[in-house]
């Protein structure tokens, strides 16, 4: 949890705007780039997550593994009654 934290501070300090990085007369988007890229990877990626859906296929694919011991034992013919 400390970790998380720290990096959500790290993430709003270089986001944070500061006129002083921009140079004189800068657009606003200049002065708030960190933010508004930051905040577009975030949207891209919350996107992603809504309409793949990533996670259901994960939990399908572990949902169908079978034990480590049972699958080697299948590869090498000893569930069928063949000796190994």
Request: proline fraction near 10%; charge should be positive.
């Amino acid at each position: 949890m400390p970790a998380a934290l720290w990096t959500a501070f790290e993430v709003v300090n270089v986001c944070w705007p500061r006129a002083v990085l921009a140079p004189p007369g800068a657009p606003w988007y200049q002065v708030w780039a960190g933010l508004l890229g930051t905040g577009a990877v975030i949207t891209a990626g919350l996107v992603y997550l809504v309409a793949r859906k990533p996670q259901n296929k994960l939990r399908a694919a572990v949902a169908s593994e079978k034990p480590c011991g049972e699958a080697a034992a299948e590869r090498s013919g000893a569930l069928a009654g063949e000796p190994v």
